[in-house]
């Protein structure tokens, strides 16, 4: 007759054995402290936001995509900013990711052409950018947050034969919910600006 005390036991002590790189990555980097740092030049603007030169020539400051973001998702630059992006929009993956809505409600409230309306299909916000040596796949943890919660799917981010994370540059619209959704710290996987 089987003991179902020691059977448990043996399942408890191989579950703790699978957490523990997982408990002992993220102590580690939680001990460093919160990485807080102003908005840079590398921000992350609205669906279909003209090319930064332009985009900051052209924005009225007048807040409608922030008030009219259904997610949420937009926020407008403070005072401790450079003076020139003073309450210019930006999005934060790591605050909220855009989700892009169906109504792409930013692009049609913008009243002076900084965001242009494009398909959803061809809003290009940035690129997910991957990092493995912070990812915990590489701690022989089975993450797949980053691939998981995609609404793009496999068009924009799946594991290669080896297992390896990998984004594909013309399926991602560098909406931020893999960022959003990485459990590291620093993020394994970062938004950067689109350039093309």
């Known amino acids: 007759m089987s003991d179902p005390t020691g059977r448990r036991g043996f399942f408890k002590e191989a579950l703790n054995q699978i957490m523990q790189p997982v408990a002992e990555f993220l102590d580690d980097r939680m001990s460093e402290g919160p990485s807080v740092e102003a908005p840079s030049r590398n921000l992350l603007r609205p669906p279909g936001a003209l090319p930064e030169a332009e985009f900051l020539e052209t924005c009225h400051r007048c807040g409608n995509c922030v008030k009219n973001c259904p997610a949420n998702a937009i926020f407008p630059l403070d005072e401790r900013a450079q003076p020139d992006l003073v309450n210019t929009p930006y999005i934060d993956p790591d605050e909220q990711p855009c989700v892009i809505c169906d109504s792409l409600a930013c692009m049609y409230v913008c009243p002076s052409g900084a965001l242009q309306p494009v398909y959803a299909e061809d809003i ?16 022989d943890v089975a993450c797949t947050y980053c691939i998981d919660t995609c609404p793009i799917g496999a068009d924009a981010i799946h594991l290669t034969a080896d297992g390896i994370v990998e984004v594909i540059e013309p399926g991602c619209t560098g909406c931020g919910v893999c960022q959003y959704a990485c459990p590291t710290a ?6 950067e600006p689109w350039t093309a």
């Open 124 to 139: 290009k916000i940035g690129l997910a950018v991957f990092n493995g040596e912070t990812c915990l796949r590489t701690k």
């Open 186 to 191: 620093p993020k394994s996987i970062v938004i």
